[in-house]
């Protein structure tokens, strides 16, 4: 069965809670909107604060400071992959993963 999309930007939320150490990364998704709404803000205050001294965390900041619906999933999980192995090539992978996206597009019309 698969997730619903809340459930995955649930977790992406802990996920990127514990990259920031906070202690109640733990617990699991945000069960509501008005938890999720309270991690999120977690989250930005902990990037805002280290994204001074660091352009990939600036850049996480600035696309987890847009609302939920609008958020570029695919950007926010290549800048988090950079962070982990800065040989990655941002535009290269998020060019691929366009171009992967089109080729599914033009099978479902």
Same mark, same amino acid.
């Given at each position: 069965?698969e997730k619903p999309w809340s459930t995955? !930007?649930?977790?992406?939320?802990?996920?990127? $809670? +514990?990259?920031?150490g906070a202690a109640n990364a733990q617990?699991?998704?945000?069960? @509501? /909107?008005?938890? !999720? +709404?309270?991690? !999120? /803000? #977690?989250? #930005?205050?902990?990037?805002?604060? !280290? +994204?001074k001294r660091d352009p990939n965390l +600036?850049?996480?900041? *600035? $696309? $987890?400071?847009?609302?939920?619906?609008?958020?570029?999933?695919? *950007? /926010?999980?290549?800048?988090?992959?950079?962070?982990? @192995?800065?040989?990655?090539? #941002?535009? =290269?992978?998020?060019? =691929?993963?366009?171009? $992967?996206? #089109?080729?599914? *597009?033009? *099978?479902?019309?």
């Amino acid at each position: 069965m698969e997730k619903p999309w809340s459930t995955v !930007r649930g977790w992406t939320i802990v996920v990127l $809670l +514990a990259a920031c150490g906070a202690a109640n990364a733990q617990s699991g998704p945000p069960a @509501d /909107a008005n938890e !999720r +709404a309270a991690l !999120r /803000a #977690q989250v #930005q205050a902990d990037l805002a604060s !280290r +994204a001074k001294r660091d352009p990939n965390l +600036a850049t996480l900041n *600035r $696309l $987890l400071a847009q609302p939920e619906t609008v958020i570029d999933l695919a *950007r /926010a999980e290549v800048t988090i992959e950079a962070m982990i @192995d800065p040989k990655v090539n #941002q535009s =290269a992978t998020l060019r =691929a993963l366009n171009n $992967l996206a #089109q080729a599914i *597009r033009a *099978r479902f019309p």
